[in-house]
């Protein structure tokens, strides 16, 4: 089976990476702009990509600007900002049907990459600054966003156990920023912030679909090439880590019904290093799956949990655990997490884990194939480790990976932190 293959070339001190494949009926553009995860830019990084998408300077309002995109065969246009380990990655893309399927000959990637040069390098503006009603409207959108977390507990206990590990390390961050940090954001210093980050921040193209490298490397040299000839700043570099001294415990009490657990492990073990395709491993055998060992034991065989499962934090070396469970369950549910983690200590693991998580998780990484966005996410690994690791590559070393293998990443995770929201009742020291 023939994987995607990335083409990667300057334009200015920018990098375009081209993935020319016939199975994808659009063109995926997309940009990625990498900036330091910081108490100082995080909200101002959050609200940009909503502010570029409300207008530009030949659209300067959103009606424009959606009419463009229509004209565009239905272009659809978006942006979102992520973290990864101790970066702060914004990210605008543009999705557009590809020319050679249309009854009429319409360069239409030349023409959508001249709207997306728009959108990234001529946004609306007035008098050098964003146009402010566009700002406060995209403000008190954000503020929404950051405040309806708490409506979501699983997402909300997640960010709160993340903020009790990671305390005074930027990842403790989340990607949307703090609502204390919007009064202080104004049309004129978030325009300014926008071309600090233009003029400093690594910058990544991408261009995914049936395409000719070769013309989509002209095309964005044409547009790109002189706005980022000034070289870049220092990459970010690795994640922080910290050695595990103790373990941490957190009760928060809100009005809920159900418990949310979560418990946050650290490996030390990065997307970069050579334990990482081990680590995958001992996630999917631990709880990345529903075959996995705390899907099984705490809630199939104990019924001790609603939904218990595991995840990696690739760049930062975390594996964090999540479960909902009956308030009065907590120590028979924490126990019974430490067993499967003494498990993986011990090596504990059948034939059968071993190989049904191996298979689970190529295919998951196979699927990957189909999708576009997430070729850019998965090729973007390689950008922010400076390791080039291509899929074929790392599906060959999660396929070398034995017992042993896991049993040396198991020996690395420590338990760092145990975070509980549960309900108000019982006394202040109450778990059950």
């Known amino acids: 089976m023939a994987y995607a293959q990335f083409r990667t070339v300057p334009v200015g001190q920018a990098r375009l990476h081209v993935c020319s494949s016939p199975k994808f009926k659009t063109t995926l553009i997309s940009v990625v702009i990498r900036q330091k995860l910081s108490p100082e830019t995080v909200t101002k990084t959050a609200l940009l990509p909503n502010v570029l998408q409300r207008g530009t300077s030949a659209c300067p309002s959103t009606v424009k600007l959606k009419r463009r995109l229509d004209e565009l065969y239905g272009a659809a246009l978006y942006g979102d900002v992520f973290k990864r380990g101790e970066n702060h990655l914004l990210q605008l893309s543009m999705e557009i049907a590809n020319d050679r399927f249309l009854r009429e000959q319409t360069p239409l990637l030349r023409e959508g990459l001249d709207f997306f040069s728009q959108i990234l390098l001529s946004p609306a503006t007035e008098q050098d600054a964003f146009p402010s009603s566009y700002v406060e409207s995209e403000k008190k959108n954000l503020r929404q966003r950051i405040e309806s977390l708490k409506d979501d507990k699983i997402r909300y206990s997640s960010q709160r156990m993340i903020e009790a590990m990671c305390e005074n390390e930027p990842f403790a961050l989340h990607p949307y920023g703090r609502i204390e940090d919007l009064d202080a954001i104004d049309a004129k210093n978030l325009f300014t912030y926008y071309r600090e980050m233009l003029d400093s921040c690594p910058v990544d193209f991408y261009c995914i679909g049936h395409v000719s490298a070769e013309e989509a490397e002209e095309w964005f040299r044409e547009r790109f090439e002189e706005r980022f000839s000034v070289p870049r700043g220092t990459p970010v570099g690795g994640a922080v880590q910290k050695d595990v001294t103790g373990e941490k415990v957190v009760i928060e009490r809100m009005d809920v019904t159900q418990g949310k657990l979560n418990l946050g492990l650290r490996s030390g073990v990065t997307a970069g290093d050579p334990d990482y395709p081990a680590l995958l491993v001992y996630n999917g055998i631990l709880g990345g799956f529903p075959h996995s060992k705390l899907f099984m034991n705490v809630r199939e065989r104990a019924s001790l949990a609603y939904y218990c499962s595991s995840r990696v934090e690739s760049h930062k070396g975390l594996v964090l655990i999540h479960s909902g469970i009956e308030i009065g369950n907590y120590e028979k549910a924490v126990s019974i997490i430490r067993e499967q983690l003494e498990a993986m200590r011990r090596g504990d693991i059948s034939d ?26 998965f090729h973007y690994q390689s950008v922010l480790t400076g390791k080039e690791r291509d899929l074929e590559a790392l599906l060959a070393d999660i396929d070398r990976i034995g017992i042993d293998d896991v049993r040396r990443v198991a020996e690395k995770v420590k338990l760092d932190t145990i975070y509980f929201l549960r309900d108000r009742g019982g006394d202040g020291d109450a778990k059950n």
Do not use: I
């Open 352 to 377: 059968r884990e071993m190989e049904q998580t191996k298979a689970t998780l190529a295919n998951q990484l196979r699927e990957q194939q189909d999708r576009n966005h997430e070729l850019v996410h």
